[in-house]
């Protein structure tokens, strides 16, 4: 989540106020760490109903004013919502078997989150697997304090996750203002966020932060692994987000690329065909240099659907920055390694829009406030979990897809939510009072229902 917020907010807005970065992780950090030991006796002074009266408000507005329809925003917004309302009435409940079922529910969720990371690092073998697995390693143990009553028999279980949460993002959010200090004004956001060592030597020269209008839009093409191969074997969630089967037992993992006319067209592919039959597709999936192979990058979409098939979908960005995926885009093409977990069409897509949308929230004002506004945004809380999962295993043509949706939805001026509500409803109000024209108190009516 901090990495992902102080990308969007862009390498020189958060350069410049570093230090107030890291005193605001330090005190989240001892926030945190506060809330985890009042825990320990079972008696918490941290207003823990207060937590959850605030996630049922959330989730009743989320419900009420989510917009009709099936797409992945609408359903992500939704299944938030419902997610909410269920901890809410859980921590506002005071019987004693709400917190068994929360503990039980979190424990689950550590559990399961540690063992695909830990299953992912040895697998995949990507650079900082031994990390990774130490990090799941450390989730299954917490998945176990959870499970265990011991010492406060499940009082203290909400307050464990709350205070365990606020301390890891302290830390991360004082770690990260630190690298930015004795990064180079000219470093991309490439240079620390990204895992290919490739690119970890990016510069830029006068390149202003924030995005722009520009001619032409940035499309983000997906072929999803069930969407590009024929008569795919039906295998729920793996088809979408990792690999689909044919009925003859070929695998495919789909395609991602990115479109910026009138000239950048980004689609990495290997030279040669990757042999991805079901026995040596485990070997090809090690993210190690035996893997790399020579690649090649299309010339265009037009060329690339006609001697394929058209993408299964694409998400479209009116403002971007140009010059940072510019630069991005001359620096990348100068090595065309290809690593089918590493360094593939998705982590491509996705680094190149990252540098695209580097400082788009900074336009919107300055100082603590744009952080604090960015920390609050529900979908950058969505999109960091696609980005954290995808650097836990690797980036997929679904995981890209997702990723690029929730960043449209996330850098949008005003995000659906109860904030955007009472602000609406204040300035409808306000018009009321004035005794302006009907027709433009009908037209404030319009905007509050209509979905963002």
Known sequence: MVRLILLLLGHDFTR????????????????GAAIFVDALDGVAYFPIHVFGYLLLIEAVVTLVVSPPGADTRVVLRKARGVVFLLFGLLVVDEHHAANVIL?????IAFLADGIFRMAAAVVVRFPGWRLSFLTGLFEVGFAIFMFEPYPTFYAGTLPYCIGMGIFLSGCGLVRQAIRLKR?????????????DLAIHGALLTDVEEGVSEQEGELIVHV?????SVDEPVPQPVIDRYIAAVDSKGVISTGHAALEAAPDIYISHYPKVEIDRSQTDFSHALRATADNDVPGRFQPSYLVEATGWCNATAEVRFGRYNRARLVAFWEHYRSNDTYNLTNRNCSSTVAHALEAALEGSLAQSG???????????NPELWVAAQLERR??????????????ARTLRAAIQPTPLGWSTLVSQSARFWRIVRRHEPVRDVEAIRHEVKRPH
Do not use: C, E, H, K
């Open 183 to 195: 990064l180079p004004r000219q470093a991309t956001a490439a240079r620390w966020r990204s895992r």
């Open 390 to 403: 995808a650097r836990a295993m690797a980036w997929t043509p679904g995981l890209v897809l997702d990723y």
């Open 103 to 107: 503990a039980m529910l979190f424990g």
């Open 223 to 227: 072929w999803t692994p069930a969407g």
């Open 366 to 376: 300055s100082g603590l406030n744009v952080f604090l506004r960015a920390v609050f």
């Open 16 to 31: 410049r106020r570093w230090l107030m970065l890291a005193l605001v992780g330090l005190i989240w950090t001892v926030l």
